[in-house]
């Protein structure tokens, strides 16, 4: 939170830093609730002079809502609006949460001055956790006596609609919540002389993007813009910032040389922007201003403050042309009608046309380039839309196709989806961290897909019933390429590179392949057959393995391209575990690294290290580590240096080890490794405390002095990190162009310094997971591809793309909403700790089934808005896109949608992809979103045909739309168009002959 302004006296920001201001005796001290009576011309005029204005509509005086609101024949109503035109915005949550009894107080006030009592505080949803301080703030009040507690009949209601009508007609006093708090600065607070009875009016302004540094900052109405944006450090006018967003631009757009505008409400009408605003937001030339005004307008058409209902028809038919103009669907014509609809708008007063007339008029040519069918910084024409699971996998599988595909028993050909860009679905089916899972928009809903192991139901039904399908290959290249590695990694890059026709040999240094997913992860957790199986099948489509055949034992780089390989992949992995760096780490054979520990389990080669065992580490490597050890017959703590919350092995890891018996030491930090006669006895530690955060933005570990204790051990597993050992490059590990601590390569190629020489994986990038090494090695392949053909690589190529066309699975909306995320079956604790076999046993396929249910399909509905505009143009409201990180909207509210429908057909019309559909059967009219019947409705028969043609919610609609007088008489007599025209036709013929006789 910024420092106020010097120059503003009483500041707001100053009463926010009390922190003991929210306890209700250090209020009453600072004068809270020390005013008990006063006058309405007093307040009038304190209110008048000190120039504050309504953040709503054109700005108008404060002191005239209050001259009418107290002047009024009956009591009215006090309203708090605490929701937020711009969810970015800090003041409301500051307030509330620093000074929760300013607001009660300041309409106390106005029920002093006025005579009301009722008061309402209306918060927005992402508030809702400050009601119960508020209703306990009341309370306080009214227990210890103090009139506010008693006198005001306050509620507290939650929503981002409009408060809820008066009854008998009742007036309110409503102001947004910052303009209470400016009202209690005012009233309490006299002018600083007899020329001006009051204190000057103040605004405090959110202010982030492209700034020096971010938050709340108080500044004097009628200051220009450049003093808000002073206190922030300014910002930079080299065209790094495009333009100033004011509350992302529900508010209207400025170009970043606006600076000089003041903060009077007629200098803003007139430069076309709100007055009232509460953000301001520097943003930079990768925004687009089309895409921002269109998310603007669905704010502000949701907010539901609409001066009539034609404006707010008007508004969703904006935001359905906004829409159109952002997916590049209309063309210039579609921009001429927005911007004949923005006129209206402006005559009508509506708040949808302050962000409409600023950026059509400072950003008119991002308009005409996007009606003109251009790309912008936002949407690359060239980018395909894909689902936010899609674009979260590193590897960019197609992955609602793939999951609708299993629901649909399609196994096999969800493998194939897979494999066009993952070759090894069963293994990521097993092991993947899932980072898809974390954008999966179901779990805004309730939880995310079980999306990993979805792959691990394909890929076992798909080698059940014969292996996986082969790929189609290109016609053989001539070009000869050399893999070296046979991890995840260089088995990916083998086999794209197999795939596009091209000559592969793969070389390995161990005996077995897998590199790290058979040396590293332990077999209860990928059974050593499905590595087996992936790796058969990548060799079926070409690629020559050879095992046993070492780079710098075996054969150098040189030879490789002397033997005629015209291009190499490095993918030797990170096999080299890090040291604790302790005294005595070197003294003792029992003192093992992570790394080399599971490969030797793995191997053969390493038993039971010993009865008692410390594993230092807090991630996925010392899990592995501490449960393989369990499996051995070892008593296993893990020490960490920090806590749990800090821990960055997975949380379903850590729940598994302990559910196995390990201990687990938190906070403990090691410093020497004991022992005597040869053999380690224990672990020499420090307790620590949380300090501030490192680098990796978690609290750093602080030792205490003289906690040292010693955990007793007979072995030591060091599991803190590895890097890849470089000798093996000969002497191109001492080139600096090509190596440092790892292999240096471009990140979106692969390619090093050596033209003809690519590198990916953990060797590159040091320790990562198996998807992002497969990643690394398809971008890889596709370079490779492209220098050996002689040709640019296509950026786009390495974008995620949609793989198939998959039909939707069909079922209720009850079914998609209560349809839960299945627990995957998994060994008892008491048995898995006891065996290397598959600790985890799966989905079963009925479990596959229903999580291909619940999947949402976001690669067909594409979260535009197009259907939630054009069903609120008719009036209806029945489908809500919610926000989502993802920054695209997605339907959740199944159930409104079903309640509401009427099955007109607007939302089918509008949608761009087909996600919608209505679909007319034996009499029956089904509404669908991607697959899920949201309304099955009859249709009624026509009196005059006899054939179904609409629903009678449909109709009623219809006719309540229709004025009395243009209402035909034949829409009661459920007669469909058809039949109307017909008749219609008759009658007007008849006539003309009936003139003719």
């Not at 399908?469 to 050399?482: D, E, F, I």
């Not at 002689?790 to 198939?804: Q, S, T």
Request: glycine share 10%; aromatic share 6%; with cysteine.
């Amino acid at each position: 939170m910024s420092s106020p302004a010097t120059d503003v006296p009483y500041p707001l920001l100053e009463r926010l830093k009390d922190d003991q201001l929210p306890q209700l005796d250090h209020y009453l001290d600072a004068g809270g609730f020390a005013i008990t009576k006063m006058d309405l011309l007093e307040a009038v005029v304190r209110l008048r002079d000190s120039g504050l204005r309504r953040r709503k509509e054109a700005g108008q005086p404060i002191f005239l809502n209050w001259w009418d609101f107290a002047r009024a024949k009956q009591q009215g109503e006090m309203v708090a609006d605490a929701r937020l035109r711009d969810p970015q915005g800090l003041a409301e949550s500051s307030l509330l949460s620093h000074d929760p009894y300013g607001v009660i107080e300041a309409l106390y006030l106005a029920h002093l001055v006025t005579g009301a009592r009722q008061a309402l505080i209306l918060l927005d949803p992402s508030l809702d956790y400050l009601r119960p301080v508020l209703l306990d703030a009341m309370d306080q009040l009214a227990r210890r006596g103090i009139p506010a507690g008693r006198e005001l009949e306050l509620k507290v209601l939650v929503g981002d609609g409009p408060p809820p009508a008066t009854q008998n007609g009742r007036v309110r006093l409503t102001h947004c919540l910052e303009t209470w708090y400016q009202v209690l600065r005012i009233l309490k607070h006299p002018g600083p002389g007899p020329e001006r009875q009051a204190q000057p009016a103040t605004r405090l302004i959110t202010v982030g993007g492209a700034t020096a540094s971010k938050g709340l900052v108080e500044v004097e109405l009628g200051q220009p813009l450049s003093r808000i944006l002073e206190q922030v450090g300014g910002i930079k006018l080299d065209g790094s910032v495009k333009a100033l967003a004011l509350d992302s631009g529900v508010g209207g757009f400025l170009p970043a040389d606006a600076g000089g505008l003041t903060m009077a409400p007629e200098e803003m009408m007139i430069a076309g922007v709100r007055p009232g605003f509460g953000t301001l937001y520097a943003v930079g030339p990768e925004t687009c201003i089309v895409d921002l005004t269109r998310r603007a307008l669905i704010r502000l058409a949701q907010l539901g403050e609409h001066p009539s209902e034609d404006s707010r028809s008007l508004t969703w038919h904006a935001v359905r042309l906004t829409i159109q103009l952002t997916l590049r669907r209309g063309g210039p014509e579609t921009l001429e009608q927005l911007e004949a609809i923005t006129a209206q708008l402006e005559r009508m007063g509506s708040p949808a046309a302050w962000p409409l007339v600023s950026s059509l008029r400072y950003f008119h040519d991002e308009w005409e380039a996007h009606a003109a069918g251009r790309s912008c910084p936002t949407y690359d024409c060239n980018k395909p839309t894909v689902a936010p699971c899609h674009y979260g996998c590193p590897a960019g599988i197609d992955i609602p196709s793939f999951i609708a595909l299993i629901g649909q028993g399609k196994y096999s050909e969800a493998v194939r989806v897979i494999r066009q860009d993952n070759p090894l679905p069963y293994i990521c089916g097993l092991v993947c961290p899932a980072p898809c899972e974390r954008s999966c928009l179901r779990a805004q809903m309730d939880q995310p897909i079980s999306i990993r192991a979805m792959k691990a139901v394909a890929a076992r039904h798909a080698l059940a019933e014969g292996g996986y399908p082969r790929p189609q290959t290109a016609p053989p290249s001539g070009k000869r390429v050399a893999v070296i590695g046979g991890g995840p990694a260089g088995l990916t890059a083998a086999y794209f590179l197999a795939v596009q026709g091209h000559e592969v040999t793969l070389f390995e240094a161990q005996e077995v392949m897998g590199g790290t997913t058979f040396m590293g992860i332990p077999a209860y957790r990928l059974p050593r057959e499905v590595i087996d199986a992936e790796v058969v099948a990548i060799a079926e489509v070409g690629v020559d393995i050879r095992q046993g055949q070492a780079l710098g034992r075996d054969f150098t780089l040189d030879q490789l391209k002397a033997e005629g390989y015209e291009a190499v992949y490095l993918g030797i992995g990170a096999q080299q575990g890090f040291t604790l760096g302790i005294e005595g780490e070197e003294n003792y054979p029992q003192v093992h690294d992570a790394i080399t520990f599971l490969r030797g389990v793995s191997l053969g080669t390493q038993g039971k290290p010993a009865e008692r065992v410390v594993v230092v580490g807090g991630g996925n490597a010392a899990m592995d580590a501490a449960r393989t050890c369990r499996r051995l017959g070892c008593e296993v703590t893990i020490s960490y240096r920090r806590t749990r919350g800090e821990m960055p092995a997975h949380d379903e890891e850590i729940e598994d080890a302990l559910a196995e018996g390990i201990d687990i030491a938190f906070l403990t930090v090691p410093i020497a490794v004991m022992g005597e006669g040869g053999q380690v006895t224990g672990l020499k530690c420090l307790r620590a405390e949380l300090g501030p955060p490192d680098a990796s933005g978690r609290r750093r570990p602080q030792p205490v002095e003289g906690s040292d204790f010693v955990m007793p051990a007979g072995a030591v597993i060091a599991a803190i990190s590895q890097r890849p050992d470089l000798t093996c490059l000969g002497p191109w590990a001492q080139d600096s162009s090509l190596c440092a601590r790892t292999v240096m390569a471009d990140p979106d190629s692969g390619q090093t310094s050596l033209e003809w020489l690519f590198a990916g994986g953990d060797a590159v990038t040091g320790p990562a997971t198996v998807v992002e090494a497969v990643a690394a090695g398809k971008r890889s392949a596709l370079a490779m591809d492209a220098y050996l053909s002689g040709e640019k690589l296509d950026e786009a190529l390495i974008y995620p793309r949609p793989r198939a066309q998959v039909e939707t699975l069909m079922m209720g909306a009850e079914e998609k909403i209560h349809l839960e995320r299945p627990d995957i079956p998994k060994l008892d604790p008491k048995v898995r700790a006891a065996t290397f076999d598959q600790a985890e046993l799966g989905l079963t396929d009925e479990m596959g089934l229903n999580e291909a249910k619940r999947c949402l399909r976001c690669d067909l509905c594409i979260g535009c808005g197009l259907c939630q505009s054009a069903c609120a143009e008719v009036g209806v409201n029945a489908l809500v896109l919610e926000d989502t990180k993802t920054e695209r909207g997605v339907i959740l509210d199944l159930e409104r949608a079903a309640d509401r429908c009427i099955g007109c057909g607007s939302c089918a019309n509008a949608c761009p992809t087909g996600a919608i559909r209505l679909v007319d059967d034996n009499g029956k009219r089904k509404t669908t979103l991607v697959g899920t019947v949201l309304k099955d409705m009859e249709l009624v028969k026509c009196s005059s045909c006899g054939q179904p043609y609409a629903p009678a919610a449909y109709l009623e609609r219809l006719a309540g739309r229709l004025e009395k007088h243009h209402k035909p008489h034949r829409l009661g007599e459920y007669i469909c168009p058809d039949c109307a025209r017909q008749q219609s036709a008759r009658q007007q013929w008849s006539g003309r002959f009936a003139r003719l006789k």
